[in-house]
């Protein structure tokens, strides 16, 4: 029952990080995504449980524990592809420039 967090997750952290400059904008954007999706799954989770289901997500009278455990390991990873791909946007901007110096002087660098 962890789709829509981890969709959030799967389809948004790592690009967030690849195409933001900003990291603090990055991590930002996915965290207010995120927390979106889990205030809205988890209120969607617990009305099917208080109407009374054949298969309820929370059982009456016992804390979710496994679920907050399950979530906050997915807002983990969500960051841990966010700082991905931001260190992938800042390895490909170096070999980029890199290029580009080897060019502008034509080859003289390199020798």
């Known amino acids: 029952m962890i789709i829509m967090v981890a969709i959030i997750t799967a389809l948004g952290a790592f690009w967030l990080g690849c195409l933001l400059r900003s990291r603090l904008a990055a991590h930002l954007i996915y965290a207010v995504a995120y927390l ?15 109407e009374g289901g054949s298969d309820p ?32 946007r800042i390895r490909l901007r170096h070999r980029r420039s890199l290029r580009a110096e080897g060019t502008a002087d034509g080859g003289l660098a390199t020798a």
């Open 36 to 50: 979106w999706a889990f205030v809205f799954q988890t209120l969607y989770l617990l009305l099917a449980s208080l």
């Open 57 to 88: 997500a929370f059982s009456p009278g016992t804390f979710p524990l496994e679920y907050g455990l399950v979530t906050l390991g997915v807002l983990v990873i969500g960051f841990a592809l966010v700082e991905a791909g931001h260190r992938l």
